[in-house]
């Protein structure tokens, strides 16, 4: 026979069962919520048609520096590599050090052959200064021999009217004719001597220009070879960090080859901001842009517009497109925008900023970029009740 089923543990189960809220509770909400979701839709509009429709936003940036990669040039072994990887080096310094003997040897014997061509200048002009003698003697004899001939014609006369009157042998007259003769001839050769002298002079003059020309090679020479001595030391061409080290102690390097690059300091990067051709109606340079790097959460970095690509990122790609033939699908396209980030701002978010990092930029393009950005601001300024 079965036990009767007692009635108390249905009413205590009754009396846990959760009380349904009253209907007054929910009412109340029904009747806020539409008023909270137009206030929130008002607010939203309005800071939109104030504020949001004039914000260019991207998430297609990137933090860019002009990177310098540095390539040796001449062909040595490394023998010293001065800095360490990531390592901030000052303009100048020397980050890299090649063998320079074979430079050092270039130097000397280029100094040889400017010395022997400075050499053969002044060989040059002491011959051209003889040569002037030899043509002043020349002329000298010319006159001493004009004044022998001279005294022979005259005795050559007078010899021959003291012949002809018998005062004088016959034989005297034949040799004062014969020394009038000689006299003449001397002054010949007086002459062909001299000329023989002054055509030397042109041919001095260019040998002298021709070892001048030597010189002036040989001084070139040399200067190139010490400029090629100091090839052998790789050097930072500006501040930044060096990075990207490639060379190895004792590597055989070669001109072209790249070696080590160098990045510019944090406080010189810019960001490089792709828009799309459809938002770049209303942008100019110079209009404010907050920048939020994906490295740095939390912070905002303020910049300004700096200047816009010649073209698309397509026309500068390795193959531009062309539209001319086949099917035609139109694309949206982008264009580079460089942001130039303000100065004064935290150092310590600066100082993560390196280059390819990735970013968000959005360009305020209204008339006036004091104007206030929040909602709250926007709905004050809309009412009248705060200035900016």
Do not use: C
Request: zero cysteines; proline letters at 6%; a negative charge.
């Amino acid at each position: 026979m079965n036990a009767p089923v007692s009635s108390a543990p249905a009413a205590e189960v009754a009396q846990a069962s959760p009380v349904p809220p009253p209907r007054r509770r929910r009412r109340w909400l029904l009747r806020i919520l539409p008023v909270v979701l137009l206030v929130a839709a008002v607010l939203g509009g309005n800071w939109y048609w104030q504020t949001g429709r004039f914000l260019a936003e991207t998430d297609d940036a990137y933090v860019q520096g002009d990177i310098s990669v540095l390539t040796p040039r001449i062909e040595a072994d490394v023998t010293e590599i001065a800095v360490a990887d990531n390592q901030r080096v000052r303009a100048g310094q020397v980050l890299l050090r090649l063998d320079d003997r074979d430079a050092r040897l270039q130097v000397r014997q280029d100094e040889a052959a400017l010395e022997e061509a400075e050499a053969a200048i002044r060989t040059t002009r002491q011959t051209l200064g003889q040569l002037q003698a030899q043509i002043g003697a020349a002329e000298a004899q010319i006159e001493q021999a004009r004044a022998e001939q001279a005294r022979a014609e005259a005795e050559a006369r007078r010899t021959q009217s003291l012949a002809g009157s018998g005062y004088s042998s016959r034989q005297a007259a034949e040799q004062a004719v014969a020394d009038q003769r000689k006299a003449i001839a001397a002054v010949h050769a007086a002459e062909a001597e001299l000329a023989v002298r002054q055509q030397a002079v042109p041919v001095q003059e260019a040998q002298l220009a021709q070892a001048e020309a030597r010189r002036d090679q040989a001084a070139a020479a040399l200067e190139q070879a010490r400029i090629a001595l100091t090839y052998a030391e790789i050097r930072a061409p500006f501040d930044g960090i060096a990075g990207n080290r490639a060379a190895q102690l004792g590597q055989r390097v070669r001109p072209g080859q790249q070696l080590i690059a160098v990045a510019p300091l944090p406080q010189a990067l810019f960001v490089v901001a792709n828009f799309k051709e459809t938002q770049l109606a209303g942008m100019r340079p110079g209009q404010p842009v907050e920048i939020t790097v994906d490295a740095i959460p939390g912070h905002v970095l303020h910049g300004h517009v700096d200047s816009f690509a010649p073209g698309t990122g397509s026309q500068f790609s390795l193959l531009p497109p062309e539209n001319a033939t086949g099917n035609f699908t139109k694309v949206v396209q982008r264009v580079p925008v460089k942001l130039v980030l303000e100065p004064g701002q935290d150092e310590a978010a600066i100082g993560w900023l390196r280059p390819g990092l990735s970013v968000v930029a959005e360009v305020d393009t209204r008339t006036d970029p004091e104007a206030p950005r929040g909602i709250l601001a926007a709905t004050a300024a809309t009412l009248g009740l705060g200035s900016r």
